[in-house]
């Protein structure tokens, strides 16, 4: 047996349906067309058996989706299984929607299946993400979405037929269909390539980051009854406010006037970091309790007149960041310059650094949006180098201005142009404007899942709680409108405990957008994917995260237990953190109802809720 066990995937295999053939007799083409469900068995899909392709793949290795899970690390164990494509058209329609899936060996098949994520507009993780399913026996399976002929074609590239015309179709299938489809098609087929008796369960995950996260919740808010557990990361729901959100700093630089050097802007970071570390109990380099931070920092009297020194620079990127195009230049690639900086935090730079943090408010001073906490880096502020004017200037990040332009907008272009009479309100009003077009669709925040929950389904819910990318407040946010939504009537206390049973959620302290940060070298998580699967065949709950501390921090490859929300880490015992580890420290999870509140937060410049 070649893949990972448990004693839930090992009890499960003694009633596995026996499968005699090999992989090379089931993994033909003529094999897998006699497996396809007939047309009218899944409504609304008609498969199409001359679309099919086969061919076996032998000795790979197991791969990793964007949730970072530990089977990623394995590069001993080797894989043989079949690499299946396959097309079908919506009923009626005359589209085409391709699918790509890997079928493990009968012998490492566990009757599991995986659906993945993909990240930014792409709905897809290739191959890598396809072959995490390898490691836990699972068929894994992905979808083109119908967006082109391949799987390189995103999101943002079709989401208009014109200028002022939305493609309604590609935000249906980009925002929830096209997933939900590929798991209904990829279970069938399991079936009938093991066959797999009707009375036997196949288990059925998900798992996905960023934007991926937003579809692992997507398939749990449209898809419930199909999935048993989700491992969601860093969720991009609330998706009108979550792009938009990407150009506050940027809005916010312009109205006061100042566009702090990008040295200035890691300073004030690196200010926040030494001094709120300690905070935890723990001075280990790791931000582990951002909302004692927010409570008791105070960055003006700390930071302004400290100096700062980052030598030139000249650097070259892709000119993308998941998935999409980060700021104006050519495409595929995109060179900076940046001249040496040498100076001293100022108080406007502060001033600045606050106001981002403070989140998104209208004129009014109503809150709009949330923000990243503090210690993580400002990556949507950066500015521009004019060499011209030897000045610093505004650089509209296209994380935000490409999503303004395309979907609210509607014109065919990849950011904005300029913020010329653009305010706080118009920014508040373009978030407006995307959830009324999409609230249905690319939103993915509805509250209720009671069809989930009550199939038996399992949630494992992480954010880095230095993701710059994505605020971790969303996360909570998210979190505290399904408590509120689902437990009317209980006590705060009792409604954590009810949503406990299938839904728990950990901040992960330090990290930042899906990952490791390279500021906070913190813990990971060690395997999310498994451990939803003890949760969900073994009935074993993670009361705590199991992690291991990453490179770069002095105690590297320590195990650490990440709690779990509302619960926050706080150490206990003698001494900080050195290089040759320290035993006497303990962490203990703690309930402060001061630190939830810090991450509480009330969106009262819109008339509608903002779950």
Wanted: proline share 5%; with cysteine.
């Amino acid at each position: 047996m070649r893949g990972r066990t448990s004693a839930a995937s090992v009890a499960f295999a003694a009633v596995a349906t026996t499968q005699a053939a090999s992989l090379d007799e089931l993994c033909t083409i003529s094999a897998v067309q006699d497996v396809i469900p007939a047309n009218g068995t899944l409504l609304g899909i008609d498969l199409l058996p001359s679309s099919v392709t086969a061919n076996v793949v032998k000795n790979a290795t197991a791969g990793t989706d964007m949730s970072g899970s530990a089977s990623s690390t394995d590069t001993t164990t080797t894989y043989d299984y079949c690499n299946v494509t396959v097309q079908y058209t919506h009923t009626g329609k005359g589209d085409t929607v391709t699918l790509w899936y890997l079928f493990p060996s009968p012998d490492d098949f566990q009757n599991r299946y995986l659906g993945i994520g993909g990240g930014g507009y792409s709905i897809s993780m290739g191959s890598s993400g396809l072959a995490a399913g390898l490691a836990y026996g699972a068929v894994t399976g992905t979808t083109n979405g119908g967006f082109g002929e391949g799987f390189s074609t995103s999101a943002d590239e079709v989401n208009l037929l014109g200028n002022g015309t939305i493609n309604y179709d590609t935000i249906y299938m980009f925002g929830y269909k096209a997933l939900g489809e590929a798991t209904v098609v990829g279970k069938a087929l399991a079936r009938g390539f093991y066959t797999v008796a009707d009375a036997t369960k196949i288990y059925t995950y998900f798992s996905g980051c960023s934007d991926g996260g937003r579809e692992a919740w997507s398939q749990i808010q449209r898809w419930g009854e199909e999935y048993d557990g989700v491992v969601a990361g860093a969720p991009a729901f609330r998706y009108s406010h979550q792009q938009v959100g990407h150009l506050t700093s940027d809005i916010i630089e312009y109205t006061m006037g100042y566009y702090p050097p990008p040295c200035e802007l890691e300073k004030i970071v690196n200010l926040t970091i030494a001094a709120c570390d300690p905070l935890d109990g723990r001075t280990d380099g790791v931000v582990s309790r951002t909302d004692l931070c927010k409570m008791h920092f105070d960055l003006a009297s700390s930071a302004v007149g400290a100096p700062y020194y980052c030598a030139a620079e000249t650097s070259t990127s892709p000119g993308l960041v998941l998935g999409l195009r980060r700021r104006q230049g050519p495409p595929g690639s995109e060179t900076s310059y940046q001249p040496a900086q040498n100076g001293t935090v100022s108080a406007r730079g502060v001033a600045v650094a606050q106001a981002i943090l403070a989140g998104l408010k209208d004129n009014q001073g109503r809150q709009a949006y949330l923000s990243a906490q503090p210690g993580a880096d400002f990556a949507d502020a950066a500015t521009a180098w004019d060499n011209a004017t030897a000045s610093w200037g505004l650089d509209i990040t296209s994380m935000g201005g490409e999503f303004v332009r395309r979907f609210v907008m509607l014109e065919d272009a990849d950011n904005i142009d300029s913020f010329d009479g653009v305010t706080y309100d118009t920014v508040v009003a373009w978030m407006g404007r995307a959830l009324a077009l999409y609230g249905d669709s690319l939103q993915t925040t509805l509250p209720d899942v009671t069809p989930f929950q009550a199939h038996g389904g399992k949630v494992l819910h992480y954010h880095g709680e230095a993701d710059s990318s994505i605020p971790p407040a969303s996360s909570v946010h998210y979190y505290d409108s399904v408590r509120t939504v689902m437990y009317p009537g209980l006590s705060y206390g009792d409604s954590v405990d009810a949503l406990g049973d299938w839904y728990r959620f950990f901040l992960v302290p330090g990290a930042g957008h899906c990952g490791v940060s390279q500021t906070q070298p913190g813990p990971w998580a060690n395997d999310a994917i498994q451990t939803v699967i003890d949760w969900v065949e073994s009935g074993t709950a993670p009361d705590t995260l199991a992690a291991t501390i990453t490179e770069g921090s002095p105690l590297a490859g320590q195990a650490e237990s990440i709690c779990a929300w509302p619960k926050r880490p706080l150490w206990r015992g003698n001494g900080n953190a050195t290089r040759s580890g320290n035993g006497t420290q303990q962490v203990e999870c703690v309930f402060d109802q001061a630190s939830v509140d810090s991450w509480t937060y009330t969106f009262d410049a819109f008339k509608v809720p903002i779950y």
